[in-house]
T-cell receptor, first 114, second 114 residues
Framework: AQSVAQPEDQVNVAEGNPLTVKCTYSVSGNPYLFWYVQYPNRGLQFLLKYITGDNLVKGSYGFEAEFNKSQTSFHLKKPSALVSDSALYFCAVREGTGANNLFFGTGTRLTVIP | KAGVTQTPRYLIKTRGQQVTLSCSPI?????VSWYQQTPGQGLQFLFEYFSETQRNKGNFPGRFSGRQFSNSRSEMNVSTLELGDSALYLCASSLVGGAGEKLFFGSGTQLSVL
């Protein structure tokens, strides 16, 4: 069975500071890992994904994430936060079986304080 | 290229009624997935359709059903509505539903059951 944990419901960071949104996962096989962002009254938007290869993945809007197999983590990071980054962030995992069942974490609300 | 379109945007129904939600995927996308989003349960997978066939199903009662048409458009139906069915229903599409593919989400249908 697959699962995703986002241990923080809320993350607050000052504008210009680095931000980290944490995610750990559990799958039976090789993980396919994703980050999505949701703005108010909108659907989810894709930020980045890890399939294989380099453990550091770069995505949209200056976000990046580091895959750590030994810690089963896939934390989302950004060097300098913007007020416009304030949103709900979801980590998701899919087992590499071809099934399209993407399993989401419970989400972390990021607030960037001006 | 038009994004994923979901209609209607908002729905208000009463208990016991049934409802049909519609989703038009991005042109050329053949896989359509449906998710239910609630504050308490987060994002939960309902089902996935590919080439008019249900390929994967989440853990929801039989009151929740769906279908896909030859043009890849999809509908989901909820019969005998319950208060707990109030949620944001999100549709997502991808090319073929491969494990490494990102999902493109619509803005959702907000269903309120009174």
């Amino acid at each position: 069975a697959q699962s995703v944990a986002q241990p923080e419901d809320q993350v607050n960071v000052a504008e210009g500071n680095p931000l980290t949104v944490k995610c750990t996962y559990s799958v039976s096989g090789n993980p396919y890992l994703f980050w999505y962002v949701q703005y108010p009254n909108r659907g989810l938007q894709f930020l980045l994904k890890y399939i294989t290869g380099d453990n550091l993945v770069k995505g949209s809007y200056g976000f990046e994430a580091e895959f750590n197999k030994s810690q089963t983590s896939f934390h989302l990071k950004k060097p300098s936060a913007l007020v416009s980054d304030s949103a709900l962030y979801f980590c998701a995992v899919r087992e590499g079986t071809g099934a399209n069942n993407l399993f989401f974490g419970t989400g972390t609300r990021l607030t960037v304080i001006p | 290229k038009a994004g994923v379109t979901q209609t209607p945007r908002y729905l208000i129904k009463t208990r016991g009624q049934q409802v049909t939600l519609s989703c038009s995927p991005i042109s050329g996308h053949r896989s359509v997935s449906w998710y239910q989003q609630t504050p308490g349960q987060g994002l939960q997978f309902l089902f996935e359709y590919f080439s008019e066939t249900q390929r994967n199903k989440g853990n929801f009662p039989g009151r929740f059903s769906g279908r896909q048409f030859s043009n890849s458009r999809s509908e989901m139906n909820v019969s005998t509505l319950e208060l707990g069915d109030s949620a944001l229903y999100l549709c997502a599409s991808s090319l073929v539903g491969g494990a490494g593919e990102k999902l493109f989400f619509g803005s959702g249908t907000q269903l309120s059951v009174l």
